[in-house]
């Protein structure tokens, strides 16, 4: 089979190479899956230079998330036949075939395509874990979300759609902006170019954002800081624009506020019984057609590079997706 290798940690990709691999084979309770779709997230491109917390061991195949085709069924799997559709998130899935636990697999709802399944558990497990769990995002609530246009983000204002609140979308690019704005319900835009604080209290009516959902971090992060509502909660998703921002207390007292840290994957493994509620959560969403995730675009596995570079140059609105079939 062919696979996109992670074989040295290197700048520009320099270590990354599609090869050919022996197809794997599935042992007891293990599924073999013809790999129909498999999306990019930052953390792919971070892995390839050793940047991200999780670090596999070198060479490793990249990504995380999946869609496809049961192809083989190993001994003792009754739950899952051939030819069954199905998606995961998992490890090493940039590739023809990956072998999984048969456990890990879920049942592709019959509303999204392949493409929208393998780009739906991590971003949408994200804005779950943050905005329920760890926000408690009310209906009516203003909710503040930067970085719109990517994946983890676009989840975000999708999901709270479904919980009522009053949505910001926010982003540096206008374009984008009018992407989201016609394809979702949302209550306002904010360009963060040149500042936002003043256009959210404007939106607010001068009272702030109740919650704000941050991936980007830096100076996005420190403006935020300025535009929260007293008794609001700001959510630290990640650090997209490279910069780990400091917060002096006296800010979070004076306005009240709290700061939260979301990694829904380490809030599942530490609760595990909450963890597959999340899980089960997300999957009904799709499966009753409440939410709508994006695919921006979808490249054959010999032009990864130019996946890549979509994230990378901040180009998508919603999910860059992998074929690993084409």
Known sequence: MRALVVGELRPDYAGVHVRD??????????????????AVNFPDLMQTRGEHQHKPALPFIGGMEMAGVVDAVG????????????????????????????????KKPKGLTFAQAAGYPVAYLTAYVALRRCADAQAGEWVLVHGAAGGVGLAAVDYARVLGCKVIAASASDEKLAVIAAEYDVDATVNVSGGFRERVKEITGGRGADVIYDPVGGDVFDESTRCIAFGGRILSIGFTSGRLPVLPVNIALIKGFSLIGVRAGEYGRQFPDKGRENNEAIWKLAEDGLVKPRVHHEYPLDQWREAYETLAQRKVVGKTIIRPDL
């Open 21 to 38: 691999l022996p197809t794997p084979e599935p042992g007891p309770g293990e599924v073999r899956v013809k790999v129909l779709a498999a």
């Open 75 to 106: 001994p003792g799997v009754t739950a899952l036949r051939e030819g069954d559709e199905v998606c995961a998130g998992g490890r090493g899935v940039f590739a023809e075939y990956a072998v999984f636990s048969a456990a890990t697999l879920r």
